[in-house]
């Protein structure tokens, strides 16, 4: 078969956050750019995401009168990498950070919102901040995107309601209090009425909110600069000619076709949340690999990295932890497929507490998803499993939902039909469905409940940090985060091990270049994302800790390509 031939200045291997600014920042420079991507539908992890960037010093905090001492970032950041700090990548991401969403806010179509309180993850260590540092995608209309979007990959189907993407924060706010607000109530109404007529026009909701609005906005951007997108085009190898690569050979409509890039090829394929093998090897939860659950796309194995490491790159596999941790529970959907539920907010909410196999608290369950799971991994083993227990009361439930599981008025029969949502009408009960001793549970419960009721946890603290605060309910007093578990029945769901994204990845300097083992710059070869190892040190300081890198190293490799263009012309017009 004769190999087809296309020639650009770029190729960009996949369509997320990265790849997507990468692109969109080397064709605002002038250059001739192509982005391919393996799955049928574009956005990749992005638009499954809750569409938050962390990047600090921005000027919508400061247009909002959010002023952080100078230099409390770049402590922050050293602070949670510890003794995997790279001062070079640290700072080139604080430095671009505010640079990159200057351009995107100024002269593309993608738009953020800066809530004035979202605290950092550990905002009670050196450099932290109650906020001014996560921002929001702002919500999109997908009709914008014309045809397109019938590829834009949609959300996560577990976080969504009758497949409707609900905005974070506000709206969320109004979904929880429609029964207890009129404002809230007249809201959800106008909400749901949209979606519907949506979807019987379109087929699918057009408000896009989140990661779904990031990766549809950033399209837009693209397809306002014609940057050409091959889906169902995976990059089979890179191509190289005297030590540089100079392009890659991809699968594009039935047929192999070499890609010649002038410039340079920008590796942005996800990371390897699916790949087996690599799991394997960097996940001490998951000793074959498959005990590990992840909501990301099917077609994130590593491509990248494999891409890179045939042509001499190395992978950092030292990170403390290969992974953005995140605990999930594993529902029946009603087709019949399983799905992947990540919990992020409901374990902050008071009246809601996490046990181990053995029915005993071992963690705050208002901390990070991250920092739950590395509690998790410690006390929850049992035998060759790593899982623990969510539970709650019926009137937490009903208030507040559990995983899954939505609050009033939506039904729960189904959850309690597969299996998902176990019940028992007392605790002894529950605690025979969950297979856990029935006294130690109660003596749990019992010992929670006695400080709970005055709304404090001298345990585990929860409800004690900034962050925690955040996710509970700020209407519930004296505490947000702690409430008593006394109103049967009483449910539980199961808690397994996830990831939201790799950590591990390919080693880059602080221009996004891939470099090899002697880390020397191999020419002509980027990588950004989730491919490149991450500049957190295998932390998760706050909300957006891989889309605001993301967003910020694609705009650093397009200008990187930029004056690499530059300085070729120089050369050539010298010779």
């Not at 856990?436 to 006695?450: H, K, Q, Y």
Request: charged share 20%; with cysteine; hydrophobic share 35%.
């Amino acid at each position: 078969m004769n190999m087809a031939r296309h020639e650009c200045d770029v190729l960009v291997v996949g369509s997320g956050a990265s790849g997507m600014s990468a692109a969109i920042t080397a064709a605002a420079r002038g250059l001739d750019v192509l982005v391919v991507e393996k799955e049928p539908l574009f956005g990749g992890t992005t638009a499954r995401s809750g569409g938050w960037l962390w990047i600090p010093g921005t000027r919508l905090a400061t247009e909002q009168g959010l002023r952080e001492p100078e230099g409390a970032a770049r402590t922050y950041l050293q602070h949670e990498a510890a003794t995997h700090f790279d001062p070079e990548r640290v700072d080139a991401f604080l430095r671009h950070g505010p640079e990159a969403i200057d351009f995107f806010t100024r002269e593309t179509c993608v738009q953020f919102d800066m809530p004035a309180v979202f605290p950092d993850y550990h905002a009670e260590a050196p450099g932290g901040q109650p906020g001014g540092r996560s921002m929001v995608t702002r919500s999109f209309d997908g009709r914008e995107l014309g045809p397109q979007i019938r590829q834009l990959a949609p959300p996560l189907p577990e976080l969504t309601l009758f497949g409707m993407m609900l905005g974070s924060g506000k709206e969320i706010w109004h979904f929880m209090r429609v029964f207890k607000s009129l404002e809230s109530f007249v809201y959800v109404c106008r909400r749901l009425t949209r979606h519907a007529l949506d979807v019987l026009v379109h087929g699918r909701g057009m408000t896009l909110t989140n990661g779904n609005a990031l990766a549809g906005r950033l399209a837009k951007a693209a397809m306002d600069r014609h940057i050409p997108l091959w889906l169902s085009s995976p990059a089979r190898e890179l191509v190289r000619e005297g030590g540089a690569v100079v392009g890659a050979i991809v699968d594009h409509e039935g047929r192999r076709t070499e890609v010649r890039t002038r410039v340079g090829v920008v590796l942005a394929c996800g990371g390897f949340p699916h790949d087996i093998e690599r799991r394997r090897a960097l996940f001490p939860h998951a000793p074959t690999g498959r005990e590990h659950h992840t909501p990301s796309p099917e077609g994130n194995t590593g491509d990248g990295l494999r891409l890179a490491e045939s042509v001499g790159g190395e992978v950092d596999t030292t990170i403390p932890h290969a992974a953005a941790w995140v605990p999930i529970s594993v529902t029946l959907r009603p087709d019949g497929s399983r799905g992947v539920m990540p919990h992020f907010i409901d374990r902050a909410k008071p009246g809601v507490i996490a046990v181990t196999p053995q029915g005993r608290r071992f963690t705050n369950e208002g901390n990070s998803y991250h920092d739950f799971v590395q509690d998790m991994v410690k006390h929850c083993r049992h035998g060759s499993q790593v899982f623990a227990w969510l539970l709650c009361d019926h009137r937490t439930l009903r208030t507040y939902g559990l995983g899954c599981v939505p609050p009033f008025p939506m039904p729960i029969g189904r959850h309690l039909r597969t299996g998902y949502l176990r019940r028992g009408h007392t605790l002894e009960e529950l605690a025979h469905a969950i297979g856990v001793e029935p006294a130690t549970l109660r003596a749990t419960v019992d010992r929670f409940n006695e400080h709970a009721r005055r709304g404090e946890d001298p345990d585990f603290g929860k409800g004690s940090r900034a962050y925690n605060r955040y996710q509970g309910d700020a209407q519930h007093r004296p505490n947000p985060c702690v409430a008593p578990l006394e109103n049967g029945p009483y449910y539980a769901i199961r808690l397994l091990i996830g990831d939201i994204g790799t950590f591990a990845g390919l080693r880059t300097d602080a221009r996004t270049r891939v470099l090899d083992a002697q880390r020397r710059p191999i020419p002509g070869l980027y990588a950004v994302g989730n491919d490149a190892a991450s500049i957190m040190g295998g932390n998760y300081p706050g909300a957006g800790i891989t889309l605001g890198p993301a967003l910020t190293f694609g705009y650093i490799a397009g200008c990187e390509l930029a004056e690499a263009a530059t300085r070729t012309q120089a050369v050539r017009a010298a010779a």
